[in-house]
T-cell receptor, first 115, second 111 residues
């Protein structure tokens, strides 16, 4: 039944050590998003893919990169995590047809701890 | 981005209706009003959306003011499972459906 799957659910990394979070979907949606949600804050969009087209939010740090090798998978790479990058990372998908996008489906998130 | 204003928190009794308000005085003509909710330790989930007319679905109803500067999400019978943060978000479907989450309202449901 799981539609948007994020692995792992909990990830611990060391300061400065690269880390990759993964997201997969069974919905065949053509748009995938990554959000960052810090403690007691609202989710904040980092970037999204529309098919293979990558769209970065203006204030997303360069430390964050993303890859989408195929429709089903999307990865979030944090090149040199700092303590301030500790957060919940949420993946979401939606279908976009023509110029119209529909509601987003979110995964359960990966909680990243930086030590 | 057009902004929304919501109360930080609200309380409700179980099995009673809940009205969650949202102000969006700078809404543009092409903005839809979206509601998502986030249960504890989960990702957000879509609740409902609307443009001008009131909307109903199996989860909730959305009442939109005639001038569109405010809206109300209505849960007809709150259950303990409805305790969550409810986000009211403006967005245009044809602009990639980007969601800019605001503070949201934390709904507490008392048994």
């Amino acid at each position: 039944d799981a539609m948007v799957i994020q692995n792992p659910r909990y990830q611990v990394t060391q300061f400065g050590k690269p880390v990759t979070l993964s997201c997969s979907q069974t919905l065949n949606h053509n748009v995938m998003y990554w959000y960052q949600q810090k403690s007691s804050q609202a989710p904040k969009l980092l970037f999204h893919y529309y098919d293979k087209d990558f769209n970065n939010e203006a204030d997303t740090p360069d430390n964050f990169q993303s890859r989408r090798p195929n429709t089903s998978f999307c990865f979030l790479d944090i090149r040199s995590p700092g303590l301030g990058d500790a957060a919940m990372y949420l993946c979401a998908t939606s279908i976009r047809i023509g110029g119209t996008s529909y509601e987003q489906y979110f995964g359960p998130g990966t909680r990243l701890t930086v030590t | 981005d057009a902004k929304t204003t919501q109360p930080n928190s609200m309380e409700s009794n179980e099995e009673e209706p809940v009205h969650l308000p949202c102000n969006h005085s700078t809404i543009s003509g092409t903005d839809y009003i979206h509601w998502y909710r986030q249960l504890p330790s989960q990702g957000p989930e879509y609740v409902i959306h609307g443009l001008t007319s009131n909307v109903n679905n199996r989860m909730a109803s959305l009442a939109i003011a005639e001038d569109r500067k405010s809206s109300t999400l209505i849960l007809h019978r709150a259950t303990l499972r409805d305790a969550a943060v409810y986000y009211c978000i403006l967005g245009s479907w044809n602009a990639g459906n980007m969601l800019t989450f605001g503070g949201g309202t934390r709904l507490m449901v008392k048994p």
